[in-house]
């Protein structure tokens, strides 16, 4: 297992050139501004302690994009779509549900997730059933050729994250959790739920 060294560049860093990054004309502004923002409980990170490298949303963007390449694959391997592998895992994990609970437990809308579904309908994956107690409401069900497909690509999901988790000590991965999870409170409370 790995131990993680977290470190943010120094002042003495950027003195030395190493991971240095020009100022931005009115960066000591930005610098005065983003240290008021940090509580006084924790210690300061200053904008200059934060290259591109250290930036959230550029560390997330790189860990997708290596993780798409590898569901990639395995999706035209077994001839789904992303939507479709997406729908296919929330069914495998949760069993039948009607569409817009699919929807939400994806992150797809809903005229996505209709799409999707009707593909795999046509290719004998799900079936939609009317609901036992509103049959205003169809339930989308895995058939047996779907339940194969759906496993095959719950394995693969599963077995990633596992390799992956494999990687941390049960610490870092629950402070993995929740560091997540409060950028997505702090994010959610800034713009709004998805959905």
Sequence with gaps: MRNVDW???????TATGRGAIPPLPGASKVQET????????RKPVRADDIGITELSSYRLSRHNRLMRRGRDAEAE???VSVDEWRLLF?????????SIRIAEAALMDRGTVSRSVARLE????????????DRRVAVVNLTEAGAV????VAAFMLGRELE????????????????TDKFHRFLAAKYGEDG
């Design 7 to 13: 470190k943010f560049r120094t002042s003495s860093d």
């Design 34 to 41: 983003a240290n008021k923002a940090v509580p006084a409980r």
């Design 77 to 79: 391997r077994l001839r």
């Design 90 to 98: 929330v069914l495998q994990r949760g069993g039948p549900q009607p």
């Design 122 to 133: 046509r290719r004998g994956l799900v079936r939609r059933l009317p609901d036992a107690t």
């Design 149 to 152: 497909v759906a496993d095959q």
């Design 164 to 179: 992956m988790i494999g990687e941390l000590t049960e610490v870092e991965w629950r402070a993995w959790l929740s560091i």
